[in-house]
């Protein structure tokens, strides 16, 4: 019983999050694939970082997307790849001559950001 109520309280609470009217251009900013928690990059390789685009909204504010390096949680200068089209789902980057380390992260943007998980780079 417990369960139906609580059931038929969420599915209430989705319909009335869903009527609510959608901006007429959404914010997009899709989850990082690769690199992922324990990929290791070397300096001067080409990767392929990959995104999931499955769920695209219509209206997307910005299209273009550009991709930066992160080290212990925070956002460096390193810009590893821009002005391709978020939509694409992958994207070739050099790996850049930055110091060894098991704390690097890339962040995606279109309209925000979104982090991937920690990696490596070494070789530097
Ligand atoms: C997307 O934008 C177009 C033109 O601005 C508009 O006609 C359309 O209704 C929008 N669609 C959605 C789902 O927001
Ligand atoms: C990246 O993906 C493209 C398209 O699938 C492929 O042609 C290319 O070889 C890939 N690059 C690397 C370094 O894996
Ligand atoms: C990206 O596009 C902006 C605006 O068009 C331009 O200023 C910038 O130089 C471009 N960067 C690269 C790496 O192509
Ligand atoms: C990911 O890998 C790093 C080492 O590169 C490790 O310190 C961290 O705890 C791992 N897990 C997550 C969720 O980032």
């Known amino acids: 019983?417990?369960?139906?109520?609580?059931?038929l309280f969420s599915a209430t609470a989705l319909?009335?999050?869903?009527?609510?009217?959608?901006?007429?251009?959404?914010?997009?900013?899709?989850?990082?694939?690769?690199?992922?928690?324990?990929?290791v990059w070397s300096v001067g390789q080409r990767h392929n970082v990959t995104w999931d685009t499955s769920d695209?909204?219509?209206?997307?504010?910005?299209k273009i997307g550009r991709i930066m390096?992160?080290?212990?949680?925070?956002?460096t200068p390193v810009i590893l790849e821009e002005n391709f089209s978020i939509l694409l789902g992958?994207?070739?980057?050099?790996?850049p001559w930055v110091e060894d380390g098991s704390d690097y992260?890339?962040?995606l943007f279109g309209?925000?950001?979104?982090f991937s998980p920690l990696f490596t780079i070494t070789g530097a």
């Open 69 to 75: 390096l992160r080290k212990g949680g925070l956002t």
């Open 56 to 62: 695209p909204p219509v209206n997307i504010t910005n």
């Open 105 to 107: 992260q890339v962040v």
């Open 1 to 7: 019983m417990k369960f139906s109520l609580f059931t």
């Open 90 to 95: 992958r994207i070739e980057v050099t790996v």
């Open 111 to 114: 309209d925000s950001g979104n």
């Open 15 to 39: 319909a009335v999050v869903s009527a609510t009217p959608l901006a007429p251009r959404d914010v997009y900013v899709p989850p990082v694939l690769y690199p992922h928690n324990g990929t």
